[in-house]
């Protein structure tokens, strides 16, 4: 899936992110209304978010499914700018370890895998 399909360059609409994450529209804007993640602008009624933000949509899906409170997503959002990486490797192991079940997290931890190998 790609997030850049039907994006301007430095923005991805809410429905590109829908499709490229496989994180619900509603878990996004869930994340905006706890200020954990920031929307770019609103054009033509939808969301854009910056393509940087794509990652961090997956990270706090990760998360919130984790059972993790904003305080925490909040934390390791904090940590993530120092080295996002090892931040986002050591969330995917944490999350691998405690054996969760659920039907997103096999495309989410794939996806918090590529995006930690590619910092």
Known sequence: ??????????????????????????????????????????????????????????????MELANCGPHAMRMHLASRPHNPGIADRALGEMVTHWDLSHPELPSLLRQLRAHSDAS
């Not at 899936?1 to 994450?21: I, Q």
């Not at 706890?34 to 033509?44: E, F, G, I, P």
Request: glycine share 4%; aromatic share 4%; proline share 2%.
């Open 1 to 62: 899936m790609d997030a850049n399909r039907g994006a301007t360059r430095d923005v991805v609409s809410l429905s590109d992110v829908v499709d490229a994450t496989g994180v619900p529209a509603a878990a996004i804007c869930r994340y905006v209304d706890l200020d954990l993640l920031t929307v770019n602008d609103h054009r033509t009624g939808e969301d854009l978010f910056s393509r940087e933000s794509v990652a961090t949509i997956v990270v706090l899906r990760v």
